[in-house]
């Protein structure tokens, strides 16, 4: 636990001197598990690099381990969070305020850890934000626990997981946004759950849940005019999309 404790304040010294400000950047590799990390930024295009970044061509964010926790907080207007995860046991917490920010992660694409037991809280106020999270897309994501909290319009939203009972909820108020899920789930032993909750209008929805071995469960509560709502359960037959 002391040499956890370290890490946590050389990074909050490290950071603290570059995360005020326009056009910060912040790179992080961290291999080992049960870090504790936590980044704020404020300002506006400021850049937590991963995923091959941009600007100073930084690269990673690079969390390698099991049992870690990171949380994120980007307050401002044209901010990027970039990040490869290779996490089993993973807590993150991301929390945007702004419009026009970019958010991409993917976990454990290649079944390192196996991206099990992981809790993402995703929570957006803003317009104009484009968000993806990929899960365990060699790897299956047992027992996901993601939210996503989106208060704003003109948002875009992409989840693709590999589901092991996964659960999924997500929480839009505002109009034009869009939300594209795939659980795809082909070897799952569990099936994945998924609930939307929205108020807004012109939205659009794409949603397939392909749990071949398994069940899986929808919920739609969808309140606003206009808009397209597909959705696709697959098990095992051939659909004819929407």
């Excluded at 091959?52 to 994120?72: C, E, N, R, V, W």
């Excluded at 990040?83 to 419009?99: K, L, P, R, V």
């Excluded at 597909?230 to 004819?240: K, M, T, W």
């Amino acid at each position: 636990m002391k040499q956890i404790n370290k890490i946590a304040v050389i990074l909050s010294c490290v950071l603290s001197g570059v995360t005020y400000g326009a056009d910060n950047e912040i790179y992080i590799t961290q291999s080992g598990a049960t870090a504790n990390i936590d980044i704020e930024q404020l300002g506006i295009s400021n850049l937590i690099g991963g995923l091959s970044s941009s600007a100073g061509s930084l690269t990673p964010l690079d969390l390698d381990g099991t049992g870690m926790t990171l949380d994120i907080n980007m307050i401002g207007a044209t901010n990027k969070f970039f990040g490869d995860i290779w996490a089993d046991s993973f807590t993150g917490n991301y929390n945007f305020t702004g419009s026009t920010n970019l958010f991409t992660i993917q976990v454990d694409p290649s079944n390192t850890y196996g991206a099990d037991s992981s809790n993402h809280q995703v929570n957006v106020t803003g317009t104009s934000n484009t968000f993806t999270l990929n899960q365990g897309t060699s790897a299956l994501a047992a027992t996901l626990d993601l939210d996503w909290t989106i208060q704003g319009s003109n948002n875009t939203i992409t989840s693709n997981i590999n589901i092991d009972g996964a659960t999924n909820y997500v929480d839009i108020d505002g109009s034009d946004n869009t939300l594209t899920y795939t659980g795809s789930g082909v070897t799952a032993s569990a099936g994945g759950y998924f609930f939307l909750d929205q108020t807004g209008g012109s939205r659009t929805f794409n949603i397939q849940q392909l749990s071949t071995q398994d069940n899986d469960w929808l919920k739609i509560i969808s309140v606003g005019s206009s808009g397209t709502v597909c959705v696709i359960q697959n098990d095992q037959g051939s659909s004819l999309g929407c």
